[in-house]
Nanobody, 119 residues
Framework: QVQLVESGGGLVQAGGSLRLSCVAS????????MYWYRQAPGKQRELVASITSVDSTYYADSVKGRFTISRDNAKNTVYLQMDSLRLEDTAVYYCNADIRGPYTMNNYWGQGTQVTVSS
């Protein structure tokens, strides 16, 4: 069974930085695109950033220039460097990935990690 486990969330003051990590483990043949989503209280889950297997990236307009997504394919890990954090970045951040196993490609979610930005 494949698992995604996030880490690195926490409480930070506005203007500060955090680095989220997400490790994929289990019976993995290859990891295709990897994503970071977030969900703030009372809001829908939204895509924050994504990175393909060849390092092509996408960022939501709200985080462009402040967040950086990267990956380490040898470790099946994706990172989200979050700088210049704002109050509105407060949310639960979820890792998501398209992972190929022995027979099929499936999409997986992590359990989420809380990011709280304070004034």
């Amino acid at each position: 069974q494949v698992q995604l486990v996030e880490s690195g969330g926490g409480l930070v003051q506005a203007g500060g930085s955090l680095r989220l990590s997400c490790v994929a483990s289990g019976l993995i043949f290859s990891v295709n695109s990897m994503y970071w989503y977030r969900q703030a209280p009372g809001k829908q889950r939204e895509l924050v950033a994504s990175i393909t297997s060849v390092d092509s990236t996408y960022y939501a307009d709200s985080v462009k220039g402040r967040f950086t997504i990267s990956r380490d394919n040898a470790k099946n890990t994706v990172y989200l460097q979050m700088d210049s954090l704002r109050l509105e970045d407060t949310a639960v951040y979820y890792c998501n990935a398209d992972i190929r196993g022995p027979y099929t490609m499936n999409n997986y979610w992590g359990q989420g990690t809380q990011v709280t930005v304070s004034s």
